[in-house]
T-cell receptor, first 112, second 114 residues
């Protein structure tokens, strides 16, 4: 069974620090990887997508992918209290990209 | 461009009833996926439709069904509701023409079964 694993947290960091969120996946054939942010009571919001090994940066966010280790991470630089949310890692379940498998999410708390 | 819309936003039903939820994708998107989110199981894939055809289905009982119309709008139906069906139901849209394209979620429908 294909799985995506995340530490549930909570991960607590002070304002201005770097938050590091990690995710592992079981299907070596997975091709597409996504990070979503979900505030309490809201729906998931896409933050980053990554498809190739290495780093991808977008503003304060950097996604890192290592397919050999089946590992994907999200770094949030200069963390702000508004970053406090649950971060969901998602991986394509099939080659056609029709479905995502989600991890249970990591709760991030940024204190001011 | 308008985002994904879902109606209704909240719904309360009684065990044994059926329910229909609606989703309108982002303009130009032809793929609609449905997910169930519960505190215990997290986000789980229900099914995906593209050009009115179901292309993929998750591990849910046959009480869960869906369809897509020619304008890409989609509905999902749950028959014979059970207490365990209480959840946030999310739909997500994407263009559907590339296997790597990103999915964008709607606000969800919060279903409570009593």
């Amino acid at each position: 069974q294909k799985e995506v694993e995340q530490n549930s947290g909570p991960l607590s960091v002070p304002e201005g620090a770097i938050a590091s969120l990690n995710c592992t996946y079981s299907d070596r054939g997975s091709q597409s990887f996504f990070w979503y942010r979900q505030y309490s009571g809201k729906s998931p919001e896409l933050i980053m997508s990554i498809y190739s090994n290495g780093d991808k940066e977008d503003g304060r966010f950097t996604a890192q992918l290592n397919k050999a280790s089946q590992y994907v991470s999200l770094l949030i630089r200069d963390s702000q209290p508004s970053d406090s949310a649950t971060y969901l890692c998602a991986v394509n379940m099939d080659q056609a990209g029709t479905a995502l498998i989600f991890g249970k999410g990591t709760t991030l708390s940024v204190s001011s | 461009k308008a985002g994904v819309t879902q109606t209704p936003r909240y719904l309360i039903k009684t065990r044994g009833q059926q329910v229909t939820l609606s989703c309108s994708p982002i303009s130009g998107h032809r793929s609609v996926s449905w997910y169930q989110q519960t505190p215990g199981q997290g986000l789980q894939f229900l099914f995906e439709y593209f050009s009115e055809t179901q292309r993929n289905k998750g591990n849910f009982p046959g009480r869960f069904s869906g369809r897509q119309f020619s304008n890409s709008r989609s509905e999902m139906n749950v028959s014979t509701l059970e207490l365990g069906d209480s959840a946030l139901y999310l739909c997500a849209s994407r263009p559907g023409t590339s296997r790597t394209s990103e999915q964008y979620f709607g606000p969800g429908t919060r279903l409570t079964v009593t």
